[in-house]
């Protein structure tokens, strides 16, 4: 799949998050509300604007955006 075809990032819309075009849908949100264990079918009955090809153009987003170059933030380490 390429996520190109259905989001776009514009400084117009949502302060220029990447957005699901034709909508104010963030992939952020879909993917918070994926981690915290929201499934497909919610996100679909809950967003009526999200189409299932939003979900995965999301997932393939993140997954090429975290490809092998990606480093992670170090963790805060706790006050001793």
């Known amino acids: 799949m390429d996520w190109r ?4 990032q ?10 699901f075009k ?8 879909v993917l918070e509300h994926l981690a915290d ?8 009955a809950s967003f009526p604007t999200l189409k ?3 979900v995965h153009a999301a ?9 092998p170059l990606a ?3 170090p963790r805060e ?4």
């Open 59 to 67: 997932l393939a987003c993140a997954a090429e955006t975290f490809g």
């Open 22 to 29: 034709g909508t104010r849908l963030t992939v952020q949100l």
């Open 5 to 8: 075809e259905y989001i776009e």
């Open 10 to 19: 514009r400084p117009d819309v949502m302060v220029g998050k990447p957005v």
């Open 71 to 73: 480093v992670l933030p």
């Open 52 to 54: 299932p090809e939003h």
């Open 77 to 80: 380490r706790a006050a001793v």
């Open 37 to 44: 264990g929201w499934t497909e079918s919610e996100l679909l």
